[in-house]
């Protein structure tokens, strides 16, 4: 095993989505994909933040990028 994070990833991405999926066409493989990476990254709750979800502990942002207290 060369890295656990990436053993991992790969492991929940075939089980959760490449062996449930039929894909119809290419097209279809990447919305798929890009869906189902968009959730993960952004919805699911992780582990090593104490489960809890990505976008949960950030704050937003103006356009300008500074953070919406110090405005």
């Known amino acids: 095993m060369q890295n656990g994070n990436c053993e991992a990833f790969n492991g929940r991405m075939r089980d959760e989505l490449l062996n449930e ?15 189902w990476t968009h959730s993960y990254n952004t919805e699911r709750p992780h582990s090593a933040l104490g489960y809890q979800a990505p976008s949960g502990l950030c704050r937003p942002t103006h356009r300008n990028g500074r953070s919406a207290s110090r405005i």
């Open 21 to 35: 999926t039929l894909f119809l066409g290419i097209d279809h493989a990447r919305e798929a994909v890009a869906a």
